[in-house]
Every structure is written in structure tokens, then in C-alpha cells.
């Protein structure tokens, strides 16, 4: 694949724009409202508006940009509202609340950087794959597009019915002080890493 030079820099740049713009958004909010852990359904809505954005300056191959769009935007929006709907009516996260009373009166600007700022750095780093392919205008083969596509597919699934699997549990009362260790919790505790890696890699793949 090839990149025309005029536009590659300035797709990294749009997409550095744009996150920083819901980053330091996210940040005021944060403080309106004294509560850190907004960043958190925040994250993964941040990479749909970077895809979108680099999609809509883009004129890349049309079957790649827009598989890798979509595969963005079901990701963000799924997790992104899973952890929305998880954090309702509870307040702060206690990881927020000690470290806002190590700080103090300076977490304002201290979470700026450790929090916001550190978590958009990621963001577009992570976010790179989907940058490039979609800024790339030659077309990818298609075996290329299937391997891509099935791996995000395992990782989005296995995410998606973990998560599940675990909001069941933890709302049964009876499950109180234990763990879960059925279903895919059985093979891992934390199957959103394991989904999450596997739709990168899918998504890193599908650019390639």
C-alpha cells in the first residue's frame, strides 16, 4: 500500500487533534462535576471519532476504510456503553477517589495530565492502525480482510459475552465475595484484555 505524503502527516494530525479535543473536553467536564472516572466510557468513544474523522478526510481504498470503520465503531459504541450503563448512579471509582485525596486540591490539574492526557497519548497510539489503513489507498488482498475480520469477530464476541457473563453474575446477590469461574471466565479473568487484544489485532491486521 502507499501513502500520498501531503495527506499522511495531516491525517496524524487531524486524528491528534481530535483526540485531543475530547480528551481535554472530557477533562472539564471531569471537573465541573468532581468525578475523574468519566474517562472511562469516554475511551473508547474517543477511537470512533478518531476513525470517523480520518475516514472523512480520507479517500482510501473504500471495502478497507469502511471495514475498518465499522469494526472501530461497533467495538466503541458496544464498550463504550457497557461501561456507561456499569457506572450509573455510582459515583467516582475508587482508583479516582485515592488518588484525588493523595492530591488534593491540585488533582484538577494533575489528572489533566496523569489521567486525560496520558490516556489520549494511548489512544492515539493504539488508534495508529486505523489512521494508517484508512489513509493508505492502495486495497488490501482480501484473505488479508477475512483473517482481520474473524479475529476482531473472536475478540468482540469473547468481550461481549464475558461481560455478560459477568453482570450476571455480580448481580445475583448470592454471589457476594466470590469469583466467577464459569463460562469464559473459566479460561481467564479478564476477557476484556483477551477481546480487546484480539480486536486489535484484527483491526492491525485488516490495515495492513
Known amino acids: 500500500q502507499t501513502f500520498a505524503l501531503p495527506i499522511f502527516p495531516a491525517t496524524l494530525g487531524a486524528a491528534a487533534v481530535t483526540v485531543a479535543i475530547v480528551m481535554v473536553a472530557t477533562w472539564i467536564v471531569s471537573v465541573a462535576i468532581r468525578d475523574a472516572s468519566i474517562v472511562d466510557?469516554?475511551?473508547?468513544?474517543?477511537?470512533?471519532?478518531?476513525?470517523?474523522?480520518?475516514?472523512?478526510?480520507?479517500e482510501g481504498d473504500p471495502v478497507t476504510g469502511g471495514l475498518l470503520v465499522a469494526?472501530?465503531?461497533?467495538?466503541?459504541?458496544?464498550?463504550?456503553?457497557?461501561?456507561?450503563?456499569?457506572?450509573?448512579?455510582?459515583?467516582?471509582?475508587?482508583?479516582?477517589?485515592?488518588?484525588?485525596?493523595?492530591?488534593?486540591?491540585?488533582?484538577?490539574?494533575?489528572?489533566?495530565?496523569?489521567?486525560?492526557?496520558?490516556?489520549?497519548?494511548?489512544?492515539?497510539?493504539?488508534?495508529l492502525p486505523v489512521q494508517l489503513g484508512l489513509a493508505a489507498s492502495g486495497a488490501a488482498p482480501v484473505v488479508v480482510l477475512v483473517v482481520g475480520a474473524v479475529i476482531w469477530a473472536v475478540g468482540f464476541a469473547f468481550e461481549t459475552i464475558g461481560d455478560a457473563q459477568l453482570t450476571r453474575f455480580r448481580n445475583d446477590p448470592a454471589n457476594a465475595g466470590r469469583v466467577l469461574d464459569t463460562g469464559l471466565w473459566r479460561y481467564t479473568r479478564h476477557p476484556n484484555y483477551f477481546g480487546d487484544a484480539c480486536v486489535w489485532w484484527g483491526i492491525a491486521i485488516t490495515a495492513a
Open 41 to 58: 466510557p469516554v475511551w473508547p468513544a474517543g477511537f470512533v471519532a478518531v476513525a470517523w474523522v480520518t475516514h472523512l478526510r480520507t
Open 71 to 127: 469494526m472501530t465503531t461497533i467495538w466503541g459504541v458496544r464498550l463504550g456503553a457497557h461501561l456507561a450503563w456499569r457506572r450509573r448512579g455510582g459515583g467516582e471509582d475508587f482508583r479516582y477517589q485515592a488518588m484525588r485525596r493523595h492530591w488534593g486540591a491540585r488533582f484538577w490539574l494533575v489528572s489533566l495530565v496523569t489521567v486525560f492526557t496520558l490516556q489520549g497519548v494511548l489512544m492515539w497510539v493504539v488508534s
